[in-house]
């Protein structure tokens, strides 16, 4: 059973910075599709930027694509989102998720389908991230 656990939030101004954890317990395999998810008060969640176990191209929404970086450090089997040039439409609450699949490419990436939550199985508790103006 994967267990995802966020950290890094907070309270930041306007044109600021923040990187975001997730670590990843009872991990097994290569073959998982890691994404952050951000949820705002009144709105869906969306997908912010993807990451495969055994690849090493990231993917992001593009509204994001040119400020945030996924990441992440096999070795401690955690899941980093850095966010640069943070704006206060970026407040939201942000989650990590985990799905299990073969491939994180192809349809999944193209069609957009890494950007549905209904897509991941596994979630973390999230972690607040406020930008002020």
């Known amino acids: 059973q994967v267990q995802l656990v966020e950290s890094g939030g907070g309270s930041v101004q306007a044109g600021g910075s923040l990187r975001l954890s997730c670590a990843v317990y009872g991990y097994t395999g290569n073959n998982y599709c890691w994404t952050w998810f951000r949820q705002a008060p009144g709105k869906e969640r969306e997908g912010v930027a993807g990451i495969g176990s055994g690849e090493n191209s990231p993917y992001y929404a593009e509204s994001e694509a040119d400020r945030f970086t996924i990441s992440r450090d096999d070795a401690k089997i955690t899941l980093y989102l850095q966010m640069n040039s943070l704006k206060p439409e970026d407040s939201a609450m942000y989650y990590c998720?985990?799905?299990?699949?073969?491939?994180?490419?192809?349809?999944?990436?193209?069609?957009?389908?890494?950007?549905?939550?209904?897509?991941?199985?596994?979630w973390g508790q999230g972690t607040q991230v406020t930008v002020s103006s």
């Open positions: 998720a985990a799905t299990y699949r073969a491939t994180c490419a192809g349809s999944f990436l193209w069609g957009g389908t890494w950007k549905v939550p209904s897509q991941y199985n596994y």
